[in-house]
DNA sequence: CCAAAAGTGTTTATAATACACCCATGG
DNA sequence: CCATGGGTGTATTATAAACACTTTTGG
Protein backbone atom coordinates (compact mmCIF):
# COMPACT_ATOMS: atom_id res chain seq x y z
CA UNK A 1 0.00 0.00 0.00
CA UNK A 2 1.05 3.30 -0.37
CA UNK A 3 1.16 4.79 3.42
CA UNK A 4 2.10 8.42 2.31
CA UNK A 5 5.27 7.64 0.59
CA UNK A 6 6.60 5.88 3.87
CA UNK A 7 8.86 2.69 3.01
CA UNK A 8 7.46 -0.62 4.53
CA UNK A 9 10.66 -1.41 5.75
CA UNK A 10 11.33 1.28 8.02
CA UNK A 11 8.36 -0.23 10.26
CA UNK A 12 7.88 -2.93 12.45
CA UNK A 13 6.32 -5.82 12.20
CA UNK A 14 3.91 -7.20 14.72
CA UNK A 15 1.99 -10.57 15.88
CA UNK A 16 -2.04 -10.21 15.24
CA UNK A 17 -4.01 -12.74 17.08
CA UNK A 18 -7.42 -12.96 17.30
CA UNK A 19 -9.34 -13.41 21.05
CA UNK A 20 -13.30 -14.74 21.44
CA UNK A 21 -15.69 -13.86 23.33
CA UNK A 22 -17.65 -16.67 23.30
CA UNK A 23 -21.37 -16.26 24.43
CA UNK A 24 -23.61 -19.47 25.61
CA UNK A 25 -27.04 -19.92 26.97
CA UNK A 26 -27.99 -22.47 29.45
CA UNK A 27 -29.97 -22.79 32.82
CA UNK A 28 -31.20 -19.37 32.82
CA UNK A 29 -27.75 -18.27 32.17
CA UNK A 30 -25.79 -16.32 29.71
CA UNK A 31 -22.30 -18.07 30.45
CA UNK A 32 -18.86 -17.27 28.94
CA UNK A 33 -16.28 -20.17 27.54
CA UNK A 34 -12.97 -19.40 29.09
CA UNK A 35 -9.80 -21.03 29.67
CA UNK A 36 -7.82 -21.81 32.80
CA UNK A 37 -3.81 -20.72 33.23
CA UNK A 38 -2.47 -23.41 34.59
CA UNK A 39 0.96 -21.79 35.33
CA UNK A 40 2.89 -18.57 36.10
CA UNK A 41 2.90 -15.30 35.46
CA UNK A 42 -1.00 -14.74 36.28
CA UNK A 43 -1.92 -18.91 37.31
CA UNK A 44 -5.27 -19.33 38.24
CA UNK A 45 -6.63 -16.42 36.35
CA UNK A 46 -8.94 -17.06 33.15
CA UNK A 47 -8.76 -16.03 29.68
CA UNK A 48 -10.55 -15.61 26.14
CA UNK A 49 -9.97 -18.16 23.77
CA UNK A 50 -7.21 -17.19 20.90
CA UNK A 51 -4.83 -17.81 18.58
CA UNK A 52 -2.73 -15.76 16.22
CA UNK A 53 -3.43 -15.51 13.07
CA UNK A 54 -1.43 -17.66 10.58
CA UNK A 55 -0.01 -16.61 6.56
CA UNK A 56 -2.72 -17.94 4.79
CA UNK A 57 -5.83 -16.75 6.64
CA UNK A 58 -7.88 -13.83 8.40
CA UNK A 59 -8.56 -12.87 11.21
CA UNK A 60 -12.23 -14.13 10.85
CA UNK A 61 -10.82 -17.15 9.04
CA UNK A 62 -8.56 -18.13 12.26
CA UNK A 63 -11.57 -17.31 14.76
CA UNK A 64 -13.13 -20.00 13.37
CA UNK A 65 -10.57 -22.17 13.24
CA UNK A 66 -10.09 -21.70 16.82
CA UNK A 67 -13.85 -22.07 17.69
CA UNK A 68 -13.90 -24.79 15.96
CA UNK A 69 -11.02 -26.48 17.94
CA UNK A 70 -12.54 -25.71 21.09
CA UNK A 71 -16.12 -26.48 20.17
CA UNK A 72 -16.35 -28.90 17.54
CA UNK A 73 -18.74 -26.67 15.78
CA UNK A 74 -18.85 -24.96 12.05
CA UNK A 75 -21.06 -22.26 11.06
CA UNK A 76 -21.19 -20.58 14.43
CA UNK A 77 -22.30 -16.64 14.87
CA UNK A 78 -19.48 -14.61 14.56
CA UNK A 79 -18.62 -10.66 14.55
CA UNK A 80 -15.45 -8.50 15.39
CA UNK A 81 -15.97 -6.26 18.23
CA UNK A 82 -12.40 -4.44 18.30
CA UNK A 83 -9.17 -4.34 18.05
CA UNK A 84 -6.32 -3.87 21.17
CA UNK A 85 -3.86 -2.67 20.14
CA UNK A 86 -1.54 -0.82 23.06
CA UNK A 87 2.06 -2.10 23.04
CA UNK A 88 2.58 -2.67 26.53
CA UNK A 89 -0.71 -4.59 26.64
CA UNK A 90 0.78 -8.25 26.35
CA UNK A 91 3.82 -8.80 28.74
CA UNK A 92 5.81 -10.94 26.06
CA UNK A 93 6.14 -9.55 22.58
CA UNK A 94 4.13 -6.92 20.83
CA UNK A 95 0.78 -8.35 20.04
CA UNK A 96 -2.09 -7.00 17.93
CA UNK A 97 -5.46 -8.55 19.24
CA UNK A 98 -8.52 -8.46 17.11
CA UNK A 99 -11.58 -9.40 19.55
CA UNK A 100 -14.19 -11.27 18.21
CA UNK A 101 -17.79 -12.75 19.67
CA UNK A 102 -19.48 -15.97 19.07
CA UNK A 103 -22.57 -17.08 19.59
CA UNK A 104 -22.93 -21.22 20.61
CA UNK A 105 -25.33 -23.36 21.02
CA UNK A 106 -24.28 -25.27 24.20
CA UNK A 107 -26.60 -28.08 23.38
CA UNK A 108 -24.97 -28.89 20.20
CA UNK A 109 -21.08 -28.41 21.24
CA UNK A 110 -18.89 -31.33 21.99
CA UNK A 111 -18.36 -30.77 25.97
CA UNK A 112 -15.48 -33.20 26.00
CA UNK A 113 -13.15 -31.48 23.40
CA UNK A 114 -14.01 -28.19 25.46
CA UNK A 115 -13.06 -30.41 28.62
CA UNK A 116 -9.78 -31.83 26.68
CA UNK A 117 -8.79 -28.33 26.37
CA UNK A 118 -9.03 -27.10 30.44
CA UNK A 119 -12.04 -24.56 29.25
CA UNK A 120 -14.69 -23.84 31.22
CA UNK A 121 -18.02 -22.45 31.11
CA UNK A 122 -18.38 -19.33 33.34
CA UNK A 123 -22.08 -17.74 34.30
CA UNK A 124 -21.99 -13.61 33.07
CA UNK A 125 -22.93 -13.47 36.87
CA UNK A 126 -20.24 -14.42 38.33
CA UNK A 127 -16.90 -14.10 36.21
CA UNK A 128 -13.48 -14.83 37.51
CA UNK A 129 -10.48 -12.77 37.42
CA UNK A 130 -8.88 -12.32 33.78
CA UNK A 131 -5.75 -11.84 32.65
CA UNK A 132 -4.83 -8.47 31.55
CA UNK A 133 -7.18 -6.60 29.29
CA UNK A 134 -9.44 -9.43 28.96
CA UNK A 135 -12.25 -8.12 30.82
CA UNK A 136 -12.40 -4.79 29.08
CA UNK A 137 -12.79 -7.59 25.98
CA UNK A 138 -15.66 -8.78 27.22
CA UNK A 139 -17.45 -5.44 28.22
CA UNK A 140 -16.79 -4.75 24.86
CA UNK A 141 -18.29 -7.80 23.25
CA UNK A 142 -21.47 -7.39 25.72
CA UNK A 143 -22.08 -4.21 24.49
CA UNK A 144 -22.13 -5.45 20.74
CA UNK A 145 -24.43 -8.00 21.83
CA UNK A 146 -26.47 -5.76 23.13
CA UNK A 147 -26.40 -3.61 20.11
CA UNK A 148 -27.44 -6.71 18.19
CA UNK A 149 -29.97 -8.43 20.34
CA UNK A 150 -31.69 -4.99 20.28
CA UNK A 151 -31.76 -4.95 16.68
CA UNK A 152 -32.55 -8.60 15.96
CA UNK A 153 -34.32 -11.22 17.33
CA UNK A 154 -31.02 -13.46 18.44
CA UNK A 155 -31.95 -16.80 19.62
CA UNK A 156 -31.25 -19.41 17.12
CA UNK A 157 -27.54 -18.73 17.86
CA UNK A 158 -28.14 -19.59 21.21
CA UNK A 159 -31.14 -21.11 22.23
CA UNK A 160 -31.95 -24.84 21.28
CA UNK A 161 -34.04 -25.41 18.38
CA UNK A 162 -37.61 -25.15 19.71
CA UNK A 163 -38.22 -22.95 22.95
CA UNK A 164 -40.86 -21.25 24.89
CA UNK A 165 -41.66 -17.80 25.66
CA UNK A 166 -39.88 -17.81 28.88
CA UNK A 167 -36.54 -19.77 27.57
CA UNK A 168 -36.32 -16.32 24.99
CA UNK A 169 -37.24 -13.76 27.58
CA UNK A 170 -34.69 -15.22 29.96
CA UNK A 171 -32.03 -15.25 27.07
CA UNK A 172 -33.02 -11.74 26.70
CA UNK A 173 -32.77 -10.63 30.25
CA UNK A 174 -29.55 -12.38 30.77
CA UNK A 175 -28.10 -10.09 27.66
CA UNK A 176 -29.31 -6.65 28.70
CA UNK A 177 -29.03 -7.50 32.63
CA UNK A 178 -32.38 -6.50 33.59
CA UNK A 179 -35.87 -7.74 33.57
CA UNK A 180 -38.36 -7.95 30.78
CA UNK A 181 -42.46 -7.52 31.21
CA UNK A 182 -43.68 -10.93 29.93
CA UNK A 183 -46.80 -9.50 28.12
CA UNK A 184 -45.01 -6.56 26.89
CA UNK A 185 -42.40 -9.17 25.60
CA UNK A 186 -44.30 -11.77 24.03
CA UNK A 187 -46.26 -9.17 22.21
CA UNK A 188 -43.05 -7.25 20.81
CA UNK A 189 -41.53 -10.28 19.99
CA UNK A 190 -44.32 -12.24 18.16
CA UNK A 191 -45.28 -8.95 16.26
CA UNK A 192 -41.61 -9.36 14.55
CA UNK A 193 -43.29 -12.61 12.52
CA UNK A 194 -39.81 -14.28 12.76
CA UNK A 195 -41.10 -17.03 15.31
CA UNK A 196 -43.56 -20.24 14.58
CA UNK A 197 -45.78 -21.59 17.33
CA UNK A 198 -45.22 -25.53 17.01
CA UNK A 199 -48.06 -27.78 18.47
CA UNK A 200 -46.04 -29.01 21.36
CA UNK A 201 -45.79 -27.92 24.89
CA UNK A 202 -43.13 -27.90 27.59
CA UNK A 203 -43.90 -28.97 31.05
CA UNK A 204 -41.17 -28.75 32.55
CA UNK A 205 -41.06 -25.66 33.65
CA UNK A 206 -44.66 -24.33 34.39
CA UNK A 207 -47.43 -26.27 35.69
CA UNK A 208 -49.33 -24.73 33.04
CA UNK A 209 -47.01 -25.76 30.20
CA UNK A 210 -45.90 -23.30 27.09
CA UNK A 211 -45.79 -23.77 23.57
CA UNK A 212 -42.65 -24.54 21.85
CA UNK A 213 -41.30 -21.70 19.44
CA UNK A 214 -39.02 -22.13 16.53
CA UNK A 215 -37.32 -19.68 14.22
CA UNK A 216 -39.41 -19.86 10.68
CA UNK A 217 -36.16 -20.58 8.19
CA UNK A 218 -35.40 -17.16 6.26
CA UNK A 219 -37.25 -14.94 8.28
CA UNK A 220 -34.96 -11.91 9.05
CA UNK A 221 -36.52 -9.08 10.01
CA UNK A 222 -36.49 -6.60 7.56
CA UNK A 223 -35.12 -3.40 8.54
CA UNK A 224 -33.94 -2.60 12.50
CA UNK A 225 -36.27 -3.06 15.49
CA UNK A 226 -35.90 -2.24 18.64
CA UNK A 227 -36.71 -5.13 20.52
CA UNK A 228 -35.00 -3.77 24.10
CA UNK A 229 -34.19 -0.18 24.57
CA UNK A 230 -30.33 -0.13 25.83
CA UNK B 1 -0.24 -13.83 25.92
CA UNK B 2 -1.09 -17.86 25.95
CA UNK B 3 -2.70 -18.25 22.73
CA UNK B 4 -3.65 -22.55 23.44
CA UNK B 5 -0.28 -23.21 24.41
CA UNK B 6 1.32 -22.01 21.18
CA UNK B 7 5.08 -20.84 20.97
CA UNK B 8 5.30 -17.64 19.76
CA UNK B 9 7.77 -17.78 17.19
CA UNK B 10 5.95 -20.30 15.02
CA UNK B 11 3.76 -17.66 13.86
CA UNK B 12 4.33 -14.31 11.54
CA UNK B 13 4.19 -10.84 12.24
CA UNK B 14 2.82 -8.50 9.75
CA UNK B 15 2.54 -5.42 9.22
CA UNK B 16 0.13 -3.35 11.32
CA UNK B 17 -1.77 0.03 9.23
CA UNK B 18 -4.29 2.54 10.24
CA UNK B 19 -6.37 3.79 7.53
CA UNK B 20 -8.68 6.59 8.22
CA UNK B 21 -12.03 8.04 6.41
CA UNK B 22 -11.87 11.63 7.33
CA UNK B 23 -15.25 13.05 7.05
CA UNK B 24 -16.27 16.81 6.50
CA UNK B 25 -18.65 18.97 6.04
CA UNK B 26 -19.24 22.23 3.64
CA UNK B 27 -21.48 23.88 1.54
CA UNK B 28 -24.27 21.16 2.21
CA UNK B 29 -22.12 18.28 1.30
CA UNK B 30 -20.65 15.78 3.21
CA UNK B 31 -16.86 15.13 1.91
CA UNK B 32 -14.05 12.64 2.60
CA UNK B 33 -10.57 13.64 2.62
CA UNK B 34 -8.50 11.59 0.02
CA UNK B 35 -4.74 11.21 -1.47
CA UNK B 36 -4.07 10.91 -4.98
CA UNK B 37 -1.63 8.38 -6.25
CA UNK B 38 0.29 9.69 -8.84
CA UNK B 39 2.54 6.08 -9.62
CA UNK B 40 1.94 3.10 -11.01
CA UNK B 41 0.52 0.50 -10.11
CA UNK B 42 -2.80 2.26 -9.74
CA UNK B 43 -1.91 5.45 -10.99
CA UNK B 44 -4.76 8.06 -10.89
CA UNK B 45 -6.56 5.79 -8.43
CA UNK B 46 -7.59 7.51 -5.01
CA UNK B 47 -6.71 6.19 -1.58
CA UNK B 48 -7.65 6.48 2.31
CA UNK B 49 -5.19 8.72 4.43
CA UNK B 50 -3.31 5.97 6.12
CA UNK B 51 0.06 4.81 7.92
CA UNK B 52 2.09 2.07 9.86
CA UNK B 53 1.46 1.89 13.67
CA UNK B 54 5.16 2.43 15.05
CA UNK B 55 6.27 0.64 17.85
CA UNK B 56 5.93 3.08 20.36
CA UNK B 57 2.19 3.91 19.57
CA UNK B 58 -0.82 2.39 19.74
CA UNK B 59 -3.12 2.31 16.25
CA UNK B 60 -5.03 5.20 18.03
CA UNK B 61 -1.72 7.05 18.88
CA UNK B 62 -0.97 6.09 15.06
CA UNK B 63 -4.19 7.60 13.83
CA UNK B 64 -4.08 10.71 15.51
CA UNK B 65 -0.60 11.17 14.56
CA UNK B 66 -1.52 11.07 11.11
CA UNK B 67 -4.84 13.23 10.92
CA UNK B 68 -2.33 15.66 12.58
CA UNK B 69 0.27 15.44 10.04
CA UNK B 70 -2.51 15.83 7.00
CA UNK B 71 -4.88 18.17 8.67
CA UNK B 72 -3.14 20.11 11.48
CA UNK B 73 -6.07 19.29 13.71
CA UNK B 74 -5.31 17.56 17.38
CA UNK B 75 -8.67 16.36 19.51
CA UNK B 76 -10.26 14.99 16.60
CA UNK B 77 -13.35 12.73 16.96
CA UNK B 78 -11.87 9.27 16.32
CA UNK B 79 -13.59 5.75 16.74
CA UNK B 80 -12.21 2.33 15.01
CA UNK B 81 -14.43 0.84 12.63
CA UNK B 82 -13.26 -2.84 11.60
CA UNK B 83 -10.25 -4.41 10.65
CA UNK B 84 -9.55 -5.38 7.42
CA UNK B 85 -6.68 -8.65 7.43
CA UNK B 86 -7.48 -10.71 4.20
CA UNK B 87 -4.51 -11.87 3.03
CA UNK B 88 -4.09 -11.10 -0.24
CA UNK B 89 -5.22 -7.47 0.43
CA UNK B 90 -2.13 -5.47 -0.25
CA UNK B 91 -0.32 -6.73 -2.89
CA UNK B 92 3.14 -5.43 -1.79
CA UNK B 93 2.95 -7.72 1.69
CA UNK B 94 0.91 -8.31 4.17
CA UNK B 95 -0.83 -5.86 6.18
CA UNK B 96 -3.33 -5.48 8.66
CA UNK B 97 -5.10 -2.41 8.35
CA UNK B 98 -7.28 -0.94 11.32
CA UNK B 99 -9.98 1.62 9.99
CA UNK B 100 -10.61 4.65 11.54
CA UNK B 101 -12.74 7.05 10.92
CA UNK B 102 -12.85 10.72 11.85
CA UNK B 103 -14.74 13.74 11.71
CA UNK B 104 -13.58 16.93 10.91
CA UNK B 105 -14.09 20.43 11.22
CA UNK B 106 -13.45 21.90 7.59
CA UNK B 107 -13.62 25.43 8.64
CA UNK B 108 -10.98 24.85 11.36
CA UNK B 109 -8.17 22.43 9.50
CA UNK B 110 -4.90 23.37 7.11
CA UNK B 111 -5.83 23.61 3.87
CA UNK B 112 -2.38 24.30 2.81
CA UNK B 113 -0.99 21.51 4.26
CA UNK B 114 -3.38 19.21 3.02
CA UNK B 115 -2.78 20.52 -0.38
CA UNK B 116 1.19 19.79 0.20
CA UNK B 117 -0.10 16.19 1.00
CA UNK B 118 -1.99 15.79 -2.35
CA UNK B 119 -4.67 15.29 -0.67
CA UNK B 120 -8.15 16.74 -1.75
CA UNK B 121 -11.69 16.91 -0.85
CA UNK B 122 -14.13 14.87 -2.36
CA UNK B 123 -18.09 15.34 -1.81
CA UNK B 124 -19.79 12.13 -1.02
CA UNK B 125 -22.17 12.28 -3.60
CA UNK B 126 -19.78 11.44 -6.47
CA UNK B 127 -16.67 9.64 -5.24
CA UNK B 128 -13.91 8.43 -7.55
CA UNK B 129 -11.97 5.24 -7.77
CA UNK B 130 -10.65 3.82 -4.78
CA UNK B 131 -7.34 1.83 -4.95
CA UNK B 132 -7.83 -2.22 -3.31
CA UNK B 133 -10.59 -2.47 -0.53
CA UNK B 134 -10.62 1.35 0.24
CA UNK B 135 -14.28 1.46 -1.02
CA UNK B 136 -15.62 -0.99 1.21
CA UNK B 137 -13.63 0.77 4.20
CA UNK B 138 -15.82 3.94 3.61
CA UNK B 139 -18.43 1.66 2.70
CA UNK B 140 -17.84 0.63 6.65
CA UNK B 141 -17.53 4.03 8.18
CA UNK B 142 -20.26 5.50 6.82
CA UNK B 143 -22.55 2.95 7.96
CA UNK B 144 -20.93 3.15 11.65
CA UNK B 145 -21.02 7.40 11.45
CA UNK B 146 -25.20 6.65 10.23
CA UNK B 147 -25.38 4.53 13.55
CA UNK B 148 -23.35 7.41 15.81
CA UNK B 149 -25.52 10.04 14.20
CA UNK B 150 -28.60 8.17 15.05
CA UNK B 151 -28.27 7.57 18.07
CA UNK B 152 -26.66 11.61 19.46
CA UNK B 153 -26.52 14.52 17.99
CA UNK B 154 -23.57 14.77 15.50
CA UNK B 155 -22.67 18.49 14.57
CA UNK B 156 -19.86 19.96 16.82
CA UNK B 157 -17.62 17.54 15.20
CA UNK B 158 -18.45 18.82 11.69
CA UNK B 159 -20.02 22.15 11.41
CA UNK B 160 -18.72 25.91 12.66
CA UNK B 161 -19.51 26.99 16.00
CA UNK B 162 -22.76 28.58 15.08
CA UNK B 163 -24.79 26.97 12.09
CA UNK B 164 -28.58 27.13 11.54
CA UNK B 165 -30.98 24.51 11.41
CA UNK B 166 -31.06 24.12 8.19
CA UNK B 167 -27.54 23.42 8.17
CA UNK B 168 -27.42 21.03 10.50
CA UNK B 169 -30.72 19.29 8.62
CA UNK B 170 -28.59 19.28 5.37
CA UNK B 171 -25.78 17.73 7.35
CA UNK B 172 -28.17 14.71 8.91
CA UNK B 173 -29.50 14.72 5.02
CA UNK B 174 -25.98 13.78 4.06
CA UNK B 175 -25.20 11.40 6.47
CA UNK B 176 -28.28 9.47 5.70
CA UNK B 177 -28.47 10.42 2.35
CA UNK B 178 -31.97 10.85 2.38
CA UNK B 179 -34.74 13.71 2.78
CA UNK B 180 -35.74 15.06 5.99
CA UNK B 181 -38.63 16.95 7.03
CA UNK B 182 -38.41 20.30 8.13
CA UNK B 183 -40.96 20.52 10.87
CA UNK B 184 -40.14 17.59 12.24
CA UNK B 185 -36.22 17.43 12.70
CA UNK B 186 -36.81 20.76 14.34
CA UNK B 187 -38.85 19.41 17.09
CA UNK B 188 -36.67 16.04 17.36
CA UNK B 189 -33.67 18.67 17.52
CA UNK B 190 -34.54 20.90 19.81
CA UNK B 191 -36.13 18.17 21.89
CA UNK B 192 -32.61 16.90 22.59
CA UNK B 193 -31.97 19.97 24.96
CA UNK B 194 -28.36 20.35 23.64
CA UNK B 195 -28.66 23.10 21.38
CA UNK B 196 -28.83 26.61 22.38
CA UNK B 197 -30.69 29.65 20.32
CA UNK B 198 -27.93 32.28 19.97
CA UNK B 199 -29.54 35.95 19.48
CA UNK B 200 -27.74 36.50 15.76
CA UNK B 201 -29.37 35.52 12.04
CA UNK B 202 -27.55 34.23 9.38
CA UNK B 203 -29.41 35.72 6.39
CA UNK B 204 -27.10 34.67 3.52
CA UNK B 205 -29.07 31.35 3.09
CA UNK B 206 -32.48 32.74 3.29
CA UNK B 207 -34.65 35.75 3.06
CA UNK B 208 -36.14 35.93 6.41
CA UNK B 209 -32.52 35.03 8.64
CA UNK B 210 -32.40 31.95 10.31
CA UNK B 211 -31.32 32.11 14.10
CA UNK B 212 -27.94 30.58 14.58
CA UNK B 213 -27.38 27.97 17.30
CA UNK B 214 -24.56 26.35 18.96
CA UNK B 215 -24.11 23.58 21.13
CA UNK B 216 -24.34 23.55 24.39
CA UNK B 217 -21.03 22.73 26.56
CA UNK B 218 -21.25 19.24 28.17
CA UNK B 219 -24.97 18.47 27.42
CA UNK B 220 -24.80 15.34 25.88
CA UNK B 221 -27.80 13.90 25.63
CA UNK B 222 -28.19 11.36 28.64
CA UNK B 223 -29.48 8.09 26.95
CA UNK B 224 -29.74 7.05 23.57
CA UNK B 225 -32.19 8.38 21.49
CA UNK B 226 -32.85 7.89 17.61
CA UNK B 227 -32.50 10.90 15.80
CA UNK B 228 -32.86 9.27 12.08
CA UNK B 229 -33.99 5.77 12.15
CA UNK B 230 -32.05 3.80 9.99
C1' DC C 1 -56.36 -24.46 47.20
C1' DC C 2 -52.12 -22.11 46.05
C1' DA C 3 -48.09 -20.71 43.70
C1' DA C 4 -46.08 -19.88 39.42
C1' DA C 5 -45.90 -19.32 34.87
C1' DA C 6 -48.97 -18.79 30.52
C1' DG C 7 -51.34 -15.95 28.02
C1' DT C 8 -54.60 -11.89 26.92
C1' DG C 9 -56.31 -7.38 27.29
C1' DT C 10 -56.59 -2.46 28.57
C1' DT C 11 -55.05 2.05 29.55
C1' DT C 12 -51.92 5.79 29.36
C1' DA C 13 -48.00 8.12 27.77
C1' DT C 14 -44.86 9.12 24.33
C1' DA C 15 -42.99 9.44 19.83
C1' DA C 16 -43.04 9.34 14.74
C1' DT C 17 -45.14 11.02 10.53
C1' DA C 18 -47.39 13.72 7.39
C1' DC C 19 -48.77 18.09 6.35
C1' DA C 20 -50.96 22.61 6.54
C1' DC C 21 -50.08 27.18 7.16
C1' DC C 22 -48.43 31.74 8.32
C1' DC C 23 -44.01 34.75 8.44
C1' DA C 24 -40.35 37.52 6.49
C1' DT C 25 -37.87 39.53 2.87
C1' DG C 26 -34.60 40.24 -1.21
C1' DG C 27 -34.94 40.56 -5.72
C1' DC D 1 -45.59 40.07 -5.37
C1' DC D 2 -43.64 35.78 -5.15
C1' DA D 3 -40.36 32.17 -4.35
C1' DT D 4 -37.75 30.35 -0.66
C1' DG D 5 -36.62 28.97 3.51
C1' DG D 6 -38.09 29.96 8.69
C1' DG D 7 -40.86 28.58 12.02
C1' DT D 8 -45.21 26.71 14.40
C1' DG D 9 -49.20 23.92 14.99
C1' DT D 10 -52.04 19.88 14.54
C1' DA D 11 -54.18 15.46 13.49
C1' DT D 12 -53.14 10.70 12.86
C1' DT D 13 -50.91 6.68 13.76
C1' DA D 14 -47.59 3.73 15.93
C1' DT D 15 -45.05 2.24 19.75
C1' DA D 16 -43.67 1.78 24.53
C1' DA D 17 -44.77 1.01 29.27
C1' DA D 18 -47.36 -0.27 33.17
C1' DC D 19 -50.27 -3.41 34.92
C1' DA D 20 -54.66 -6.00 35.71
C1' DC D 21 -56.69 -10.19 35.11
C1' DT D 22 -57.86 -14.83 33.72
C1' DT D 23 -56.15 -19.75 32.78
C1' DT D 24 -53.95 -23.96 33.96
C1' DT D 25 -52.20 -27.61 36.84
C1' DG D 26 -48.82 -30.26 39.97
C1' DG D 27 -48.01 -30.57 44.48
Redesign the pocket.
Not at 205 to 211: H, K, P
Given at each position: MFYMGEKYNKFSKYFVAVDCVIFGYEDGDLKLLLYHRGFEPAKGMWSLMGGFVGEKESSDTAARRILKNITGLEDIFLEQVEVFTEPERDTEDRVVSIIYYALIRIDKHNSDKVRENGAHWWSMKSLPDFIFDHKEMVNKALEKLQLKAGMELVGSELLPDKF???QLRRLYEAIFQKEL????F?K?VLSLKVLQRLDE?N?T???????YFKFIEGAKEKSF??IV?I
Open positions: TLLDTGNRKKTESRRGAYDRK
